[in-house]
């Protein structure tokens, strides 16, 4: 199983990212697939998570109505949309299948 999550930086207050999570290895559109972000002294965070048939999607309640998770199981992908981003989303996000972890991709929100 491999995990390669893209799309991180810097990014002001109130604006957006989008991050992707490419995925090999595994049959992708059998699985559920989710986000998960560690801000800098803090435990893992759930995110988002979406099954593997797209529907019944749950998001952690700091980002309700902000972030949008997606998955195109043509490209095996798994994205995450992130809108009016507060200093607080700083973090390291992580994609996750099954007990499987990317390496994460770094997302700074600072003015």
């Known amino acids: 199983v491999r995990l390669v999550e893209s799309g991180g930086g810097l990014v002001q207050p109130g604006g957006s990212l989008r991050l992707s999570c490419a995925a090999s290895?595994?049959?992708?559109?059998?699985?559920?697939m989710s986000w998960y972000r560690q801000a800098p002294g803090k435990e893992h965070e759930l995110v988002a998570t979406?099954?593997?048939?797209?529907?019944?999607?749950d998001y952690g309640d700091s980002v309700t109505g902000r972030f949008t998770i997606s998955r195109d199981s043509a490209k095996n992908t798994v994205y995450l949309q992130m809108n009016s981003l507060k200093p607080e989303d700083t973090a390291v996000y992580y994609c996750?299948?099954?007990?499987?972890w990317g390496k994460g991709t770094l997302v700074t929100v600072s003015s």
């Open positions: 979406i099954p593997s048939g797209g529907g019944n999607i």
């Open positions: 290895g595994f049959t992708f559109s059998n699985y559920g």
């Open positions: 996750k299948v099954g007990n499987f």
